[in-house]
């Protein structure tokens, strides 16, 4: 993993309701690191990024690719060298999957079947949820009626999360830098 992220700091930014691990299976699939990382760490639950994982549903949990289901329960054509990609969640209008051979991650914005990278590893992206989830937490100091302290703010969020990854702001049309302009205009909060 390109980041060192402890299960603690997952648990204290979202609470132990907040965090979802994933279960290892014998003979799974999943690339070794990101196997160990999602069963130790797992993945935080917030209002931008739900996990997903149904631990009742048993075809699930022999990690069969989920990608390619999502896209057939849709009618939609999912590209082929996505088809043995695993869905990690949802992220504010988008499907977050797991590229099972490497470990990157990829998000699939609502209604789209191209996809855009998104993160170098699961870790980063775990990071990338916490520092969000603290910079909310920053913004609800600042008056609505400060807009540069606002924007100094969410410029500080932003930097954080690209000094670790460069994927999450490589484009305009990236799901996090949609984000990031909403948060900008006072649209979460």
Known sequence: MLIDIQAEQVRRACGLPGVTYFPRTAGGRL??????????????STKFFSPKIDLDDAERLRCRPSLKAVFD????????????????GDFV??????????????????GEV?????HSDVSCLVHAVIELEAGLAELKLIPHDDQQAREQAV???RQRVSDRDSLPFASEDSEWSKLFDEIGFGMWG
Request: charged letters at 20%; glycine letters at 8%; one cysteine or more.
């Open 31 to 44: 690339h070794v690191a990101t196997a160990e990382f999602l069963s130790a760490v797992g993945l935080p």
């Open 73 to 88: 329960a849709d009618q939609a054509t999912c590209p082929p060298e996505a088809e043995g990609w695993e869905v990690l």
């Open 93 to 110: 209008y988008a499907t977050v999957a797991l590229d099972t051979e490497t470990g990157r991650v990829y998000s699939f914005g609502e």
């Open 114 to 118: 191209f996809y855009v990278p998104m």
């Open 155 to 157: 410029s500080r969020v």
